[in-house]
């Protein structure tokens, strides 16, 4: 079963316009973290955020912000007012305490900035 | 240092050559990591190495040879490719567990010809 689920697979926008990314993921663990890559198109995998699991507390920072919901089972990644440099796959992952040393990605979500 | 340095960035290797992707890190993480990415796609786990102990192989061809010769340095030894092994190879390090998140290389892309 796949563990984190990222329905859209691409989006285009056009520059200055807000996208949510979305990314829901399943896990029978307490204690797991959640977390959003950026790969643009040089390849690297680029951290952008952890939240664990005890803490619900919305995150922003400059033009990202995250909503975690556990009820939900939902990490969605929002940016405002979106730029051309943001365009990317965007990754969502889940690591569990009890496995350790694996991460599950989602399928990643293809981000095109139109100028 | 936080970063994971991984050399070369590109790679073309003929089906008979030997090669070897190579991957540093100075951050005392003590869990070391491959992963293979195809286009368009996640990066799928190859090698898991914690303490220099090779801890997880995800079933991964014998024409791949995972090395962690210090806690620092993890290497990949490449012999006998098919043009179906053509991907961005990324290394990773994180704290042993894991689960406050990894930190990842710009990867090598290899192309076998």
């Known amino acids: 079963a796949q563990k984190v689920t990222q329905a859209q697979t691409e989006i285009s926008v056009v520059e200055k316009e807000d996208v949510t990314l979305d990314c829901v993921y399943e896990?029978?663990?307490?204690?797991?973290?959640l977390f959003w890559y950026k790969q643009p198109p040089s390849g690297e995998l680029v951290f952008l955020i952890r939240?664990?699991?005890?803490?619900?507390q919305n995150e922003i920072s400059g033009r990202y912000s995250w909503n975690f919901q556990k009820s939900t089972s939902s990490f969605n990644f929002t940016i405002t007012a979106s730029q051309v440099v943001d365009s990317a796959v965007y990754f969502c992952a889940l690591s569990e305490a009890l496995t350790g040393n694996q991460f599950y990605f989602g399928t990643g979500t293809s981000l095109t900035v139109i100028p | 240092d936080t970063e994971v340095t991984q050399t070369p960035k590109h790679l073309v290797m003929g089906m008979t050559n030997k090669k070897s992707l190579k991957c540093e890190q100075h951050m005392g993480h003590r869990a070391m990591y491959w992963y293979k990415q195809k286009a368009k796609k996640p990066p799928e786990l190859m090698f898991v190495y914690s303490y220099e102990k090779l801890s997880i192989n995800e079933s991964v061809p014998s024409r791949f040879s995972p090395e962690c010769p210090n806690s620092s340095l993890l290497n990949l030894h490449l012999h006998a490719l098919q043009p179906e092994d053509s991907a961005l190879y990324l290394c990773a390090s994180s704290r042993l567990g894991g689960v406050e998140g990894y930190t990842f290389g710009s990867g090598t892309r290899l192309t076998v010809v």
């Open positions: 939240r664990n699991s005890f803490d619900e």
């Open positions: 896990t029978r663990d307490t204690t797991y973290y």
